[in-house]
């Protein structure tokens, strides 16, 4: 389990962050809505540390971090339980496929080399890819890259996986894909917390739907509560378009 308080962060002047409390449960998956600017990556990117918080706390299966007094080594050892997959895919180019999938658990430490390669070699085939799995990025479609990322995320095995909009820089015929490989790993009982503006696969995948606007959780409830039946004002106006097509 995760347990998340008081995640603060600013940027200059901004206060993006303005205290967000989240608990996540083993084999749980969360959807996090909101507008463009609510806090959304921002979150992300502190639970994995690519931003460091200025408050907060975080627990992760008996590890605890502290954002005002984390070291770098406790920073490490919490990230080893992590993985992100992001936007833009962020594949080494100068790397094949299954290069891409095995350098982070050798990088990490997690694997030996051989073993990271023959595990590289089962998810590649997994996420449907086996065939290109000594192709470059550059050979390979948008939909095809975020497999690959996906993939490489998995060969970390994390305590959770943290997605940002994975499908948000894929033409609309290669959303289909992703989606449906996301939907597979939550089959398989991993926990995961994802950022999206696919609202029918948010309602359709999610246990638990987070709705944030300026930087706090603005509410949170299962995808019939937050879809069919928001509390706030704010919530029913940003679901609205999509609300009024479940009740068509």
């Known amino acids: 389990m995760m347990k998340i308080r008081g995640i603060r962060k600013r940027f200059g ?12 449960n083993d084999g749980e998956v969360i959807v996090i809505l909101g507008s463009s600017g609510s806090g959304k990556t921002t979150f992300l990117r502190c639970l994995n540390f690519l931003e460091h918080a200025d408050e907060g706390t975080i627990d992760l ?56 390669y023959a595990l590289a070699g089962e998810l590649v085939d997994k996420v449907g890819l086996a065939e290109r799995k000594d192709f470059y990025p550059s050979q390979l479609s948008g939909g095809q890259q975020q497999r690959i990322g996906i993939a490489r995320a998995l ?8 997605f940002d909009e994975p499908t948000s820089a ?10 449906e490989l996301l939907r597979t790993i939550a089959n398989d009982g991993a926990t995961m917390i994802l950022v999206t503006h696919e609202m029918k696969f948010a309602y359709e995948i999610a246990d638990r739907v987070v709705f944030m606007d300026k930087g706090v959780v603005l509410e949170q409830g299962t995808p019939q509560e937050i879809f069919e039946h928001p ?17 068509a």
């Open 155 to 162: 060969a970390l095995d994390p305590k959770i996986t943290l």
């Open 61 to 116: 299966n008996g590890t605890h971090i502290d954002a005002k007094t984390a070291k770098k080594r406790d920073i490490i050892a919490y990230q080893r339980q992590t993985a992100m997959v992001f936007q833009n895919y962020a594949l080494f180019n100068n790397k094949t496929a299954l290069e891409n999938v095995a350098m982070p658990a050798i990088a990490t430490g997690k694997k030996t080399k051989e073993e990271a």
């Open 231 to 247: 509390k706030e004002q704010r919530t029913r106006d940003f679901l609205s378009r999509f609300t009024s097509q479940l009740s």
């Open 13 to 24: 002047k901004q206060q993006v962050l303005n205290g967000v409390d989240m608990d996540v």
């Open 170 to 179: 894929l033409d609309p015929e290669l959303v289909g894909q992703v989606l």
